[in-house]
């Protein structure tokens, strides 16, 4: 895995700003504190988060939290070689070793032991105990731990109890305002300003029956897939259907309404 120092910044994953979450960010790197990130799908968290770990010059390890994920998927286990049993680091020991930035994508999915495990790095102590070999470790110089989740897709069984989001400095994401995902759209697919505006101004009619019809709201990353697909020749109709209708339902009646939403927008232009 490569490591971006501060000569390769300009060749940092491209992120759009909203607001003061870069400044935010570089605070809470410099001063040893945890994050937390909350916000819908696909709004951009794991993107600042790739360009932030660019911009300090740190390593990254990702983990995309699921249901099987446990304690000893981050922290790692004894296997067995040809020369015998040895012990292999975790993506979360790693980067505790390494002062690396860990990132931890929809923490609330993995399994309950995971969050014993982050607590002892998400305050003064900032130490990793492993228990199968009896080390603790002193977190290395300029690790940071980062977890995201979307506060509107918990349930009772996969909420963060409050005990743990009063460990992190928390920062709120959403969609961003209608210029600017008309340039992240742009910029990221490739295509031009008019047809980013136009599927922007489509994403905003259907992000008002979020709650109503959908239990998710169309994303910014649909919005840069449907670019890519119009862009590299797919029929307009088509590409919304494929890349933005059908990954937000299975009920067929539903995609026919917002297909009707999408041709009010393309075909009667």
Avoid at 14 to 32: K, M, R, S
Avoid at 108 to 116: G, M
Avoid at 130 to 146: H, N, P, Q, Y
């Amino acid at each position: 895995m490569k490591v971006i120092t501060k000569i390769d910044q300009d060749k940092a994953t491209y992120y759009q700003p909203q607001g003061e979450e870069v400044a935010l960010f570089t605070h809470a790197w410099q001063q040893q504190l945890p994050v937390l990130l909350k916000g819908p799908t696909g709004c951009g968290k794991t993107r600042f988060v790739q360009h932030m770990a660019d911009k300090l010059g740190k390593k990254l390890y990702t983990v995309a939290c699921h249901d099987d994920l446990s304690a000893a998927d981050l922290i790692g286990r004894h296997l067995i070689g040809s020369d015998g049993t040895y012990w292999q680091d975790g993506p979360l020991t790693r980067a505790v070793r390494e002062g690396a930035i860990c990132y931890l994508d929809e923490v609330v999915e993995a399994r309950k032991d995971t969050t014993v495990v982050i607590h002892p790095l998400t305050d003064d102590r900032r130490i990793l105990p492993i228990d199968r070999t009896g080390e603790i470790i002193k977190a290395a110089s300029g690790f940071m731990l980062v977890v995201s989740y979307n506060p509107g897709y918990q349930n009772l069984l996969k909420g963060m109890k409050p005990s743990t989001r009063q460990r992190f400095v928390a920062m709120r994401f959403d969609y961003p305002d209608a210029a600017t995902e008309v340039k992240i759209v742009a910029k990221e697919s490739g295509c031009d300003i008019c047809l980013a505006t136009e599927l922007v101004t489509i994403a905003g009619h259907l992000r008002q029956l979020k709650d109503h019809d959908l239990e998710e709201s169309a994303s910014t990353r649909l919005l840069i897939y449907t670019a890519q697909l119009i862009q590299h020749g797919l029929a307009v109709t088509e590409a919304c259907r494929a890349a933005l209708i059908e990954p937000l339902t299975d009920d067929e009646e539903t995609v026919s309404a917002l297909m009707r939403v999408v041709e009010a927008k393309f075909v009667t232009e």
